[in-house]
Each structure stands twice: as C-alpha cells, then as structure tokens.
C-alpha cells in the first residue's frame, strides 16, 4: 500500500543550526502539508502546498520556515535558525484530492533542539 | 479555539466491550473526521463525515454528527487489543482549506486483552 515517507525518524540539533526534514509523499497525490505536534500538545497546521507554491499557511509558519518540492518526489520542510520551542514531531501529509478531505499522514520526524 | 476537543481524555475496557469517544466543535465545518495515533506514530485516517451526513459506518466504527450541537461521536464495537491508541477528532471548515485540519486533544483508548 503506498505510502508517505519521512525521514530523518529522529534528528537532534543545536539551537541556531538549520534544520531540513525531508517527506516523499504518495506519487499520485497532488497537495502536501506539514503538521506538528509538540509533546502532549495538539497536532497544529503549519503549511498546504500546491502546484509548486504554499497555498495556505498558520501563524506558526513564520520566516523561520519554508517548504520546497525541489524534484518531482521529495517535500522538504527546512528551519533556518531552530529555537528550543521548535523541538516536536512534525509531520508529512499528502492527499490526492482536496474533494476527498482524507489526508495520508507519514510517520513523523522527532525533532529535538538543545 | 477553533479546534475540536475529545471526551473522555481516557478510557480504559476490557476487550469485546464497545468504546465511545465524543468531540465538540465551535466553528461552522465541512467536514469532520477521525484519526487514530499508534503511540509514537504517525496519524492514520478512520472515517471522514461531511457536514450533511448524521451517521456513517466503517466495520467496527460508526461515527455520528451533529451539528446543531457541534458534537461528533466514535463508536468503536467489539473493541480488541490492538485498538489501543489515541484518537483524535479533527475538522475542517466551512470556506477553508479542505486540507486544513484543527486537531483536538484526544482520547487515550486502553483495551485490556
């Protein structure tokens, strides 16, 4: 059964180094999304992306963050200057339509900032 | 908060007895759904239910909305082990983008074998 796939599973950084998580979403699928979900805290919307540009972004997205389809299969999520309160798990999603509403999540990438 | 809350924030059954977790909303949706979280997973979708349906069926899950209360329900039947997880409730609304989910809480579902 296809599959999103994240990688790293678990990266661990020094606050200020720039970060990049890395998703190959389902091949056919047309939009991508990052989540994250801080330890005990809610899953939270950060970016959409469509047609090779984001289409809607939260508050948390700010200058820190940015996306990228750099080829035809990887999604990229990148953290310029991380912070401590960066540290989560953040996830990959794609989905194959909008109409469908059903969104395919990837395992996740632990993100932890000392 | 636009986001939808779960109740109870846990449960805990034996194996066989059935398993019912609620979510209140506060906002106008398009659709609402449900997700359920391996501990230390990722998130896999359960069932989707459009702002127009009451009730909807998927094996052992039946999902039930109402939006006059703002309220959703997951009933999972002949619960199993293997049911244990998080699941969460999760909408999208009405005017925006239908891949933006506000996520609640959730419910920690424990099934005792």
């Known amino acids: 059964e296809p599959e999103v796939t994240q990688t790293p599973s678990h990266q661990v950084t020094q606050m200020g180094q720039e970060v990049i998580l890395r998703c190959v979403p389902i091949?056919?699928?047309?939009?991508f999304y990052w989540y994250r979900q801080i330890l005990g805290q809610k899953v939270e919307f950060l970016v959409s992306?469509?047609?090779?540009?984001?289409?809607?972004k939260s508050e948390i997205f700010d200058d820190q963050f940015s996306v990228e389809r750099p080829d035809g299969s990887n999604f990229t999520l990148k953290i310029r200057s991380t912070k401590l309160e960066d540290s989560a798990m953040y996830f990959c999603?794609?989905?194959?339509?909008?109409?469908?509403?059903?969104?395919?999540f990837g395992e996740g990438s632990r993100l932890t900032v000392l | 908060s636009q986001q939808g809350e779960e109740d109870p924030q846990a449960l805990s059954i034996q194996e066989g007895e059935n398993a019912t977790m609620n979510c209140s909303y506060k906002t106008s949706i398009n659709n609402l759904q449900w997700y359920r979280q391996n501990s230390g997973r990722g998130l896999v979708h359960l069932i989707l239910i459009r702002s127009n349906e009451r009730e909807k069926h998927s094996g052992r899950l039946r999902v039930t909305l109402d939006t006059s209360k703002k309220s959703s329900s997951l009933l999972i039947t002949a619960s199993r082990a293997a049911d244990t997880a998080s699941y969460f409730c999760?909408?999208?609304?009405?005017?925006?983008?239908?891949?933006?989910?506000?996520f609640g809480r959730g419910t920690q579902l424990t099934v005792w074998p």
């Open positions: 999760a909408t999208v609304d009405r005017g925006s983008t239908l891949g933006r989910l506000y």
């Open positions: 999603a794609s989905s194959e339509a909008l109409r469908s509403g059903e969104l395919f």
């Open positions: 091949s056919n699928h047309l939009y």
């Open positions: 992306f469509y047609n090779n540009e984001i289409s809607e």
